[in-house]
Nanobody, 127 residues
Framework: VQLQASGGGLVQAGGSLRLSCEASGRTFSSYVMGWFRQAPGKEREFVATITWSSGRTYYADSVKGRFTISRDNAKNTVYLQMNSLNPEDTAVYYC?????????????????????WGQGTQVTVSS
């Protein structure tokens, strides 16, 4: 499994970015896909997760209502639309994949649950 993340950059507070994660190497119809982020000096944290088959989504409280995770089956790509960005969103964003299934209500929030990781893309929000 290969995951290629892209779309990061520098944006002013209040702006928007869309991250993409192109997946290859497997059939992902049953996979769980996630976005995590890691700011300098902090642990990697959960952002959002989507189940490829049903499209069910999960969000961290800090991004709920501002970020939207989605997938394009034809392109094998998962997106993270980020709106109303603020400086606290500055981090390296990683996409992740796992065959699943989701085991329990906390499973999708844990980075250790995901077997495959992309290389990360930097998002910087200026104030």
């Amino acid at each position: 499994v290969q995951l290629q993340a892209s779309g990061g950059g520098l944006v002013q507070a209040g702006g928007s970015l869309r991250l993409s994660c192109e997946a290859s190497g497997r059939t992902f119809s049953s996979y769980v896909m996630g976005w995590f982020r890691q700011a300098p000096g902090k642990e990697r944290e959960f952002v959002a997760t989507i189940t490829w088959s049903s499209g069910r989504t999960y969000y961290a409280d800090s991004v709920k209502g501002r970020f939207t995770i989605s997938r394009d089956n034809a392109k094998n790509t998962v997106y993270l639309q980020m709106n109303s960005l603020n400086p606290e969103d500055t981090a390296v964003y990683y996409c992740a994949a796992d065959p699943g299934p989701i085991l329990g209500s906390n499973w999708y929030r844990l980075s250790k649950s995901f077997h495959y990781w992309g290389q990360g893309t930097q998002v910087t929000v200026s104030s």
